[in-house]
């Protein structure tokens, strides 16, 4: 019965090809036990290879060495070559700076990974049934998840890795383990997040089922696999739309924008994933939140913004597109200079200012009201001509605390890097008047001596 | 803090719009004595009318006449319009044959109707909160759902039921209403599945906040949250699909299967589903099951079949449709004729099947080995022409047992009754000899005294 249950599921998800050579993770536990015999009994019918593999985690001491030798024993009664090898795991946890459960992962695919080539195979058994399954996506729910993680543990990962006996629950497996008198081992150490695997496999699940549904393993592995295929169809569509709007470099992406912005949210959300995978490989560091305000740059008033991510990655607002990257993109600068009349006005068309002048009496002066966007100056404090200009570097403005540099100016005003040079400075032949209408030098400045006065408006178009 | 975040839940999902004229659900309990509250407050700023409706279940007694007295009490302090209305909810529950929480849900939203009506109102508002929402989506995880379950409540549905309040937690209502003085009242029998409903919220959650993660409500909310995109996104797109690929008439849905056969299996469930519901005008009934057999249809080797449903929905897979309808549809009979040589053989085109005939002597017959498409029958016996033909009312053969009709046979040979009409019925001029390669006369029967046999061979092209 059960062995049919597998042989359904593997053609369902075609995990096993014939001809196929598979490593099995075997931990001497029920589900790998029980997953050895049952392709141990395909070897033949599918003309399959298998290798079992065994890491000695070194943890269990004694407990571990009897684990290898029940290893070897079962293997040999079953003429399967089984490697087994013994890593100190808390050592290695210790010098990696890692968890136990994740560094024992980590070694156990590394092994993996190496018997499979060792062997030449090309697929790896996974002994996870249909309890670690309801197990997984509850723990995951507790914690936060979306769609992705949902989906659950996958029958069938990039090919290699196989989950045969993932619709399995663990009790027939050990009716089955029993009926074929294979005596599994029992891992009182199982490293898989001890604590958390344990209090949802011994408490929580006891407790659904006997106050809310008894079936309840069967409901969140049927939603489970619901689920996948919701999720396959939006993550078929969003790869092809990342195509469609993205172009690849090798370290950014470039995202088009009036094709990405009709999308829909859902897909927009999976089109900055797989950008981010694209330049740093991962997206685990990626929040919800950060993909939100990377979705925000498409407004328009966030033109030429810039969002700084983890891990050193820059989202850039530009007129048609955004722009993905570990690089800093210094935006392209704008440079203008033009001189300014003591009455009259100048349009700069690079900022879509105009700058408004007019030369008037202190009395004059005195009597009108200046809004905010003025400024007035002491007109026989200027020399030469007047010039409004983009910065340059080494400009300097006289404060009431004495020189400043106007690059420290924009950090303290905190000023975007892009955004500096769209700020108009303004200077006679011995220094700036003002850095647009945030600060007026003290060297201009209007006071009891002032006779007339040069008044400067911003005006933006 | 709690008035500003559901004014931003108001504006996000665009709750309210100037001008709405709004009925609020008001039980006494906190939850809508709350909103009650917030809502008076935003009479002015947002220019909308807010009328109180209150059912009095009549199932607490005495409680439920001081409900109903504070109902009336708190809304005169605030100068809104209440609406008090009892029904014995028991009594009408026994007489509908439903659950004292469905009968409590129908007639509570009746009754928002009616006085919405009555009012001219444009919205229903609910005090669901955000706890209710982690606790609905637990019940339903627990109980088996799909990404549709997973959305949870929601925000606003059909622009008409809004729930304003859904982003605030329980305690955090609980101190408004402490801070303003409301004292709600505390509904002990809380109608909404009492039993589960309590366990979630008293046991369930508390525990999974002590072992597995303090924030586990707000981790569900987001869960919730991110998967409504996700929901939406393959609804949009199914909806799309589904006016593609249907022609919709008033008691049936055909669909164009070149057109839908390429389409994801996400987008399919959908389409099926939005078929049965044209129809029926819920799928509430319909199991993933049934979805599954439906989606099976398209295989080729179902061609003609006809699928059974609940609530005397069938589904029929003819050439390039798939029927969903409730009328029972009568395939196109196919009938033939044609006469048959006694050496030689003929086409019934219509079955794509060859009739071989041989007249022999009984020592060859009897020398040859048969396989079981071929039947022989005493050529003496033969009356006059033999005609291969379709099936006709009235058609009887006599077997062993005595005469029958065919349509008897068919039933007991469980012969659908599209494929009836193709089986070829061989007859001579009085008689049946046999219905297809099921059935043989005893009429035409080989016997003691055969001397020459007509052998008869079914052939599939």
Redesign the interface.
Known sequence: MIFEKVLGTINKYNLIEDGDKIVLGLSGGPDSVCLLHILYRLKEKMNIEVYAAHLNHQIRGLEAQKDALYISQICEDLGITSFVKAINVPEYCKEQGVSLEEGARTLRYEMFEEIKQKTKSNKIAIGHNRNDQAETVL?R???????QG?RGIEYIRDNKIIRPILDIERSEIEAYCEKYELNPRIDKTNLESIY?RN?IRL??IP??KD???P??I???V??TN??K??????D??AERSFKEVSTLKEDSVEISLPKYSNL????K?RILRSAIKHIIGDTNFVD?KHIEDIIELECESKLNKMLNLPRGIFAYRRKNIIILTTKEIVSEEIDFCYNIPSNGFIKIKELNLVLETQKMSIDRYKSIKLDKTSKGFDFDKIKGGIVVRSRKQGDKIKLAGGSKKVKDLFIDLKIPREDRCKVPVITDDEGILCVGDYKTSENYKIDSETKEVLKISFKKL
Chains 1, 2 share one sequence.
């Open positions: 723990m729910i507790m914690r936060g998840t979306g769609l949902l958390t209090k408490e929580l407790y659904m106050n809310f549904n079936n309840v069967e409901s969140i049927r939603m619901s689920l295929s919701d999720s396959d169809y939006i078929l569509e829909h949210n859902a897909i959300v919800q």
